[in-house]
């Protein structure tokens, strides 16, 4: 019985002492610093949006919703912009022949900004679609794609799921 206590002493004893090493405090500067990570707010429910005239609003932007999450207390630069590699990569996976959308119909009037990484911002992006020229010349919207990507500094910063975004004109 005397060797039992004493086992279950030195087994407590061993436990104790590596919980002791444990602390919240030695978590402190992981939970603090983790990176800013930006990304497409509507890619995360699906990376394809579809873009009707009825979704524009009077100036005939639709609103591209970018998120900041993490702990940083600096400002990051982000920026969008065409990525025609992505085009690619949505051609294989989705098994199309589709082009990347002409610059004629579309226009980023802010495609850099700042963002304050300290606020676990949402800022609100316009895009400007010519949905009404495109219909006009007479174009196919299923031959055709605009795959946006955010970048932020460097890929460290950017959540790589939704970090892209394919619109597709629906007429």
Avoid: H
Avoid at 13 to 42: H, P, T, W
Wanted: net charge negative; aromatic share 10%.
């Amino acid at each position: 019985m005397k060797t039992t206590r004493i086992i279950f002493c030195a087994v407590a004893a061993v436990c104790l002492s590596a919980l002791a090493g444990c602390s919240r405090q030695q978590y402190r500067l992981y939970e603090n610093n983790i990176g800013s990570k930006v990304y497409f707010v509507q890619a995360v429910s699906s990376p394809v949006l579809e873009v009707s005239e009825d979704d524009l609003d009077e100036s005939g932007n639709v609103a591209l919703s970018i998120y900041n999450a993490g702990n940083n207390s600096d400002n990051i630069t982000v920026r969008v912009s065409v990525d025609e590699n992505a085009c690619r990569i949505y051609n294989i996976e989705q098994d199309a022949d589709c082009q990347v959308l002409p610059q004629k119909y579309w226009s980023l009037p802010q495609p850099e900004f700042i963002m304050d990484t300290r606020e676990n911002s949402q800022v609100y992006m316009p895009l400007k679609l010519g949905i009404s020229s495109f219909r006009a010349d007479g174009l196919n919207p299923e031959e055709y794609i605009l795959p946006l990507t955010v970048f932020a500094g460097s890929t460290q910063n950017v959540t790589f799921d939704y970090k892209t975004i394919y619109v597709k004109l629906a007429l």
